[in-house]
């Protein structure tokens, strides 16, 4: 694929890599031509010194044949405005943009970006889930927030602990994901037994976090 | 009318205080406190210090009420920004962005956000002035 990446920063020039790596095309524009003259030496890949929010910068960047557009600038309004021009004047498939202030995300979705990510909003809830004491962990969500992948630790006076998975009542839109006991990681099937402290990934629908819980937890 | 004016840049505090004098309600939003003071006391309209494009901000600047905003801050983006969150969001007919460089505003304009092109203007009237009598 043919990737261009906006903002040569430490998220930029680490997305560079990593899909170099994977034998992507890369073109990647910063405003700095420090930034530039750095990165073009440590990578093989084409850089542009230049506004990503100008025509001819893009033009060089070669957004004609480009798959995907990456904005990671620090700046929201960089990132959501070379989105647009990408969508709308180059027809680009693909915008990926980073949001720098999370209360930003909802505006993304609004102006059109395909995929904006909330940098600070993952790693609080990585950081999050690391030091939470809730009950139930909400790990990623998909689809514009319609599917959640929510953990739950297995507590020992559970009523399903000694139970197989199919006798489990889960909601209807809800499967079981993978258990993890101690270090070992399964994929549940429906005779797996479940034991006390197991810890069991699910994917849900958004909002029915609380009827996985109910099947888990012991009755209050 | 009731008008929102985002950047207290000079285009902002010419535009607010013509707009005050001439009887309108003005309400001006900026990130930066010490911009807003250069309006003075004359000014009788609202002052609001934050960042205006955020939904809570324009909430609080009365955008449910308002008749037009005016996006005038010194950067192109973030008046595109502000404008369509006024367009898209709020539902606001009346929004201007105010962008320096011309070929951004022919884009945007053609995305139906209305733009006033600095360049351009000057462009013009010195080319205006230099053939005139």
């Known amino acids: 694929m043919y990737v261009i990446i906006i903002g040569g920063g430490n998220v930029g020039y680490y997305l560079a890599h990593r899909l170099v790596r994977d034998n992507h095309t890369v073109a990647l524009v910063d405003k700095d031509r420090a930034t530039c003259d750095r990165i073009g030496q440590e990578l093989d890949i084409l850089v542009i010194n230049g506004d990503g929010c100008e025509l001819h910068t893009l033009d060089a960047a070669g957004i004609e044949r480009a798959d995907v557009l990456a904005a990671v600038t620090g700046s929201d309004e960089d990132n959501l405005i070379v989105c647009q021009l990408a969508k709308e004047l180059f027809r680009v498939d693909r915008t990926v943009a980073r949001v720098n202030d999370s209360r930003n995300e909802h505006i993304f979705n609004e102006l059109g970006v395909d995929v904006p990510i909330d940098s600070t909003g993952i790693l609080a809830r990585v950081i999050e889930e690391e030091v939470s004491l809730s009950d139930i962990v909400n790990l990623v969500t998909f689809r514009k927030g319609k599917l959640a992948l929510v953990r739950v630790d297995l507590p020992d006076n559970s009523s399903a602990v000694g139970k197989q998975v199919s006798e489990i009542p889960l909601p209807k839109e809800s499967v079981l994901v993978a258990l993890i006991r101690g270090s070992e990681v399964f994929i549940p099937h429906g005779n797996t037994i479940l034991k006390s402290q197991d810890e069991i990934i699910a994917l849900t629908r958004l909002g029915d976090e609380n009827s996985i819980l109910k099947v888990f937890l012991p009755d209050l | ?133």
């Open chain 2, 1 to 133: 009318m009731y008008i929102i004016i985002v950047g207290c840049s000079r285009v902002g505090i010419d535009l607010a205080q013509a707009l005050d004098s001439e009887g309108h309600n003005v309400v001006v939003i900026d990130r930066n406190q010490e911009s807003l003071a250069r309006l003075g006391r004359s000014f009788s309209g609202l002052l609001i210090s934050g960042n205006g494009y955020e939904p809570e901000v324009l909430r609080e600047a009365g955008i449910e009420k308002a008749d037009a905003l005016l996006a005038v801050t010194d950067n192109d983006n973030t008046n595109l920004v502000t404008t369509q969150v006024a367009r898209k969001l709020f539902g606001k007919e009346k929004v201007l962005a105010r962008i320096y460089d011309p070929v951004r505003a022919e884009t945007f304009q053609k995305m139906a956000v209305d733009t006033v092109s600095e360049t351009t203007l000057v462009s013009e009237a010195f080319r205006k002035l230099l053939f005139d009598k």
